[in-house]
């Protein structure tokens, strides 16, 4: 059969992973957002012909799946639909993984434990062609907790995101319904975790590696 035109569409998406429930909840929230979820693959083998088959523009990949490695995989996805765009889905968080996934081919790699908002926010990412690593697997995040301070919480990356975005503290606050001191103090904070003297390198820092996009 020939390889179906994704032209128009750029919300195709197909989810390669074999835990029924778990696929259950994310192809709902794929389709809450504006996806259209074209295959559901339960094998490797499986993902690659679906992705030849429909031609989706992303691809939510278990890095462990029936019939192939994750890299292996991911390989063989790259190959088979080479403008097609990969978000890893993984339970190890071993920051190995990360710099393999995206050597691989991957746009990106997001933690089963992640809040399905920063699922949604990695989805939302890869989807546009953007890189996504999970902020626990950044770079800037390993050397934080190395150091012993931690990386940046959500909040404090929310933060982060609205000072890019040029918003004011006041602003800010008022968005996500806290005080300015309190803006300040996860602003302070994040630049502690991250070696930041002022607010563009703290922003910069974190597009750098990948905590932000």
Known sequence: ???QSTSGNSKR???ADDHPALVAV???L???HGYDV???AKAGPDAVDLALKFRPSLALVDLHMPGSSGLELVRALV???PDMHILVYTAEADPRIASDV???GARGIVLKDAQLPDLIRAIDAVSRGLKWIDPTLSDAALAAKADGVGPPTQRELQ???????GLAYEEIAKRLVIGVETVRSHVRKASARLGASTRTELVATALRHGLIQ
Do not use: R
């Open 1 to 3: 059969m020939p390889a």
């Open 13 to 15: 998406c197909l989810v």
């Open 26 to 28: 994310i192809e709902s």
């Open 30 to 32: 794929l389709e809450e």
């Open 38 to 40: 074209v295959g559901h």
């Open 79 to 81: 190959a088979a639909a």
């Open 102 to 104: 995206i050597e691989a």
């Open 159 to 165: 933060v982060i995101e609205l000072i890019a975005d």
